[in-house]
């Protein structure tokens, strides 16, 4: 068994590998997430009952929840590309970051909109200096940190470094992020959906929002392949092996 991983660990940092098995991979992802997505929104928007509190615009929830829970865990799987850079300098994880951290900021960005969209008729307000609204703002800010610190150095290997140490020091505010909610009297209401426990939304509204994340987290591993595989062609254009396979394409 270890040996299986390791020679997947050896593949994985393999340009030419990941290359080939990516490009038959993203169809299957593209159509599979993108059916998923219209599938739960539709179910959510016109078939999920109204909330007896809130009415239809908890509706936002299917774009809300998924977008701030990939964003999170997009950032910690790009601290855990950080460290492996960082202690066994594998290129690929500097690829990752630098493809992940965009989709990241993007997501992100839509959690804070559609997080504002959804405060001001239940909240009054727009913003608030909420407890998880401030650390989700940290957390793009750090996206944004990664995104500028890739082009300030002439070096590539420079450059993965530097944002592999960044990444690393924004880890401390993803505790704070998923559990600011149960650490201070926020505005911010608790998790609906609980993995070990019951969960505090009906299955008719339930279920095409779990869809709807599940929808999210494919596009951003479909999302992530393309990014992965151009910063690929970019790093690799003059390398034989890329030269050989865009021929035979």
Excluded: C
Excluded at 12 to 21: D, E, H, N
Excluded at 132 to 141: G, H, P, Q
Excluded at 219 to 239: D, H, Y
Aim: proline residues 4%; charged residues 10%.
């Amino acid at each position: 068994m270890f040996q299986i991983l390791k020679n997947f660990y050896h593949k994985l940092g393999s340009y030419p590998w990941f290359y080939k098995i990516s490009g038959k991979v993203i169809p299957f992802v593209g159509v599979f997430s993108i059916s998923l997505i219209v599938i739960s929104s539709i179910w959510g928007l016109f078939f999920s009952p109204t909330d007896a509190v809130q009415g239809d615009v908890y509706r936002i929830i299917y774009f809300h929840v998924p977008a701030v829970s990939v964003s999170q865990v997009i950032y910690y799987s790009i601290s855990v590309a950080a460290a492996v850079f960082l202690i066994w300098r594998m290129k690929m994880a500097g690829v990752y970051i630098k493809s992940l951290a965009p989709i990241g900021a993007a997501f992100t960005f839509i959690g804070l909109l559609s997080g504002a969209i959804w405060g001001q008729p239940t909240w009054g307000t727009w913003w608030v200096w909420d407890a998880r609204l401030t650390s989700t703002l940290v957390l793009f800010l750090f996206y944004l940190a990664i995104i500028g610190m890739q082009s300030t150095f002439a070096s590539r290997k420079s450059a993965d470094t530097a944002v592999s140490i960044i990444t690393l020091i924004g880890v401390v505010n993803l505790p704070i992020v998923k559990k600011s909610v149960d650490w201070w009297n926020t505005l911010h209401q608790p998790a609906s959906i609980s993995i070990s426990g019951e969960s505090s939304i009906s299955s008719e509204m339930l279920i095409p929002l779990l869809l709807s994340i599940l929808g999210v987290y494919l596009f951003v591993f479909f999302t992530g392949l393309l990014f992965m595989r151009a910063e690929i062609s970019t790093r690799e254009q003059n390398k034989e092996w890329f030269k050989k396979l865009s021929s035979n394409n």
